[in-house]
């Protein structure tokens, strides 16, 4: 089972500003930590990551996103800026970093964010 606990979503306007949260637990690393979101009706998709290699982040939220760590508490952040109607959906995270996250089967119940325009 996946250990990792995902919150701090909730209905916000277009223009606000919101930040999830990542708790990881038992062997679960949050060095290494992907942010994925899903889209209603949409495949899940990665939006942001940070691992070894560096931060990324995929043109949608470039410039508007961005992932934070507390590494004495275990936990990954998404701080979100400027949001979006298009940000609307349910957010997870893992420490599984993939481009095909349809492909993987082990995933947290997420948080939803909703946007309001």
């Known amino acids: 089972q996946l250990q990792v606990a995902e919150s701090g979503g909730g209905l916000v306007q277009a223009g606000g500003s919101l930040r999830l949260s990542c708790v990881g637990s038992?062997?679960?690393?949050?060095?290494?930590m992907g942010w994925y979101f899903q889209a209603p009706g949409k495949q899940r998709e990665l939006i942001a990551a940070v691992s070894s290699l560096g931060p990324y982040y995929a043109d949608s939220v470039k410039g508007r996103f961005t992932i934070a760590s507390d590494n004495a508490k275990n936990t990954a952040y998404l701080e979100m800026n400027n949001l979006k109607p298009e940000d609307t959906g349910v957010y997870y995270c893992?420490?599984?970093?993939?481009?095909?996250?349809?492909?993987?089967?082990?995933w947290g119940q997420g948080t939803q964010v909703t946007v309001s325009s």
């Open positions: 893992n420490p599984f970093v993939t481009f095909t996250p349809y492909t993987y089967d082990h």
């Open positions: 038992g062997s679960v690393n949050i060095r290494t």
